[in-house]
């Protein structure tokens, strides 16, 4: 793509700028041109591509510089280059360089670019299409551009358009296994029935089911399994994660780049000082309505969301630290607590709610150890669904955009083996198939982005694997049915007695 960066800007002197020191910047900015700009560009890219000080003049203390370039030795690090070398220069002069001011930034780009594209942050002003190309000028200080705002910017354009490219799929569908076929022994759906029986009433809240000891047995027997046959004999370890997810984890872990509109977000009262918010109890009290409008002016925040992806608020725990060797690879596991999603219009029986409960499987170690747990738990979740659960299920690989486009399914040694497998079931009332389970092979996404490294010096790679409690039992249930005399025996024998303590008049 046509990529050009303008910058107008100048650079403010300690006093003024005399004739001799005004040589000496003559000489530096001929020399910036034909060598320091060059300085690590291949030597077949043409010298158009290349940042340049096209013009310069001296005013007062300040010397007005323009500054263009394509994508090598961008305009603006083009200037940051020549602050430093002309500032050795100036010593000379005992001048010293006292500040960059920006008076104009503009990026250019080619017509293939939609308006779409062209994100809307504060800092994007006036978006002018003309013959060709497409020239965006940005409002950026100099410490914006310093920090390589435009450079990400760029990248965010190109990220979008490659986004509509992939054809508006949320990701990429590849089947891997299928199940034999196993004719259905019940045709219902599941979440129906078990409010007929009063195994399950909505929370309060939306998409929240309050759960009684049946629906609970259940859950508890797949959970066992789970146990017994999956996480003990693969030698994970149990561990207990934060639920309540600050920006900081989200930053580390990506989810800070899109995970917005199905968050619940977080917020602290700005002081536990009780009169402060003694007035707010009283108008609960007079009123018996509770006074939101002015809650929302006396707390801080959001400062984060709850938990979301179960993993995310592990890594804190391994952050900036060398893990060693013989520990390797890590095997954990987290079972503590609910997941929140707001699901919005999607909200469906159990299956897809706003408050769930999952196992979060999580693994650390080499590249080649990451894939082999990977392996690992594909083996032994197959024998859990063909031979324990017997369940008509299916196995696809799933490569959502993003991963597509950071280059993560290259050719070469486990590179292919970045991604996520997707675990469908038949849910036989409605002939579609529900994910209830996935397992991803991260690469090396979690532990740059937390800073975890191996003794060894080798790649530091990592896995999830996310096995929802009311996914399993919607898969499991909408194939079974309910009499349990018809059921695996595994999972009949563990659930036991159906306990339903509640009876109402
Ligand atoms: P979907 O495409 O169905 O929304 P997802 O891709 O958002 O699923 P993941 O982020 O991969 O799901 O979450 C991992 C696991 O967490 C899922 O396989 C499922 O078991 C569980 N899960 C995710 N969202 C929900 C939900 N809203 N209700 C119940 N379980 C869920
Ligand atoms: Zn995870
Ligand atoms: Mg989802």
Known sequence: MFVRFGLKGKLVLSDRIGDTAEETIAEAVQEANERLFRR??????????????????????????????GPYTRAHDALFRFRKQLSLAMGRHRLGIRGIAIDEFVLTLGEEVPDTAIPKLP??????????RVQVRLDLSAGELED???DRLLRLIEEKMEAKAYGGKAEHWELLYQ??????????????????????RHGASRGQWIYAPPAVQVFRALEAIVQEEILRPLGFSEMIFPKLVPWEVWMRSGHAKGVYPEI??????KTRDPAYWEDIGDYFKVTGKVWVEEIRKRIEGPIGG???AQCPPFWPFVQGETISNDVLPIRIYDRSGTS???????IHGIERVDEFHRIEVLWIGTVEQTVKVAEELHDRYRHVFEDILELQWRAARVTPWFMAQEGLIGEGCCAGAVGTTDYEALLPYNGTWLEFQNVSVNGDKYPRGFNVKLQSGAECWSGCSGIGYERWAAAFLSQKGFDTSRWPEAVAERVGEFREIFRFV
Do not use: D, K
């Not at 291949?42 to 096209?54: A, C, N």
């Not at 619940?264 to 009262?269: A, F, G, V």
């Open 40 to 69: 690590g560009v291949p030597r077949e890219v043409s010298s158009g591509e290349v940042g340049q000080i096209t013009s310069w003049r001296v005013e007062g203390n300040e010397i007005r510089l323009e500054l263009q370039s």
């Open 123 to 132: 800092f994007i002003g006036e978006v002018r299409r003309e013959t060709g």
């Open 148 to 150: 390589r705002v435009p």
């Open 179 to 200: 199940s034999p076929e196993r004719p259905p022994i019940y045709r219902e759906n599941p979440t129906e029935e078990m409010i007929a029986r009063g195994w399950i």
């Open 264 to 269: 619940y977000y977080i917020s602290t009262p």
């Open 306 to 308: 709850m938990c979301y």
């Open 340 to 346: 929140h999603r707001y699901e919005s219009g999607g």
